[in-house]
C-alpha cells in the first residue's frame, strides 16, 4: 500500500441546545475514481444535559454514504449507512463520492477527517 496524497476536512464546532438532531453533512466527489481509506471522528463533544426531559447530549461523526464504480458491471452503485449504526471508516477502490455526516443533539461537537489516496 503506497499512500500518494493525503485531504483533510472538518466540521467546525457546531452546537444544538435542542433535543432535535440537526445534521451536518459534506460530500466530496472523486473525478476520476481512485481508491482511498478515509476516517472521520468527534475532536471535541461537549453534552449539556435537559433534566426537565430527562435528555443528555450527544454526537457522532460517521459516513452517510457513498458511491463507487462496479468495474465488473461499469456502473456506479451507491452504499448507504442510513439507519445503521454509525461507521467511521471507508476504504473504497473506484470511489466516486463519499458523504460524511455529523450529527448533534443537545450538545457541542466538532469532527476531523482524514482520507488517504492508496496506488
Request: proline residues 4%.
Amino acid at each position: 500500500m503506497e499512500i500518494y496524497d493525503l485531504q483533510r476536512f472538518w466540521f467546525s464546532n457546531v452546537y444544538n441546545g435542542s433535543i432535535s438532531p440537526h445534521t451536518h453533512r459534506y460530500t466530496i466527489t472523486f473525478d476520476p475514481p481512485v481508491t482511498v481509506k478515509g476516517q472521520i471522528f468527534l475532536n471535541v463533544l461537549s453534552p449539556a444535559v435537559d433534566l426537565d426531559k430527562n435528555v443528555v447530549g450527544l454526537a457522532a461523526a460517521c459516513v452517510k454514504r457513498y458511491t463507487y464504480l462496479n468495474s465488473g458491471a461499469g456502473i456506479e452503485e451507491t452504499v448507504d449507512y442510513t439507519g445503521q449504526e454509525p461507521f467511521g471508516s471507508i476504504n473504497v477502490t473506484n470511489i466516486t463520492s463519499v458523504t460524511w455526516e455529523l450529527i448533534v443533539t443537545l450538545a457541542w461537537a466538532g469532527a476531523h477527517g482524514t482520507i488517504y489516496y492508496i496506488k
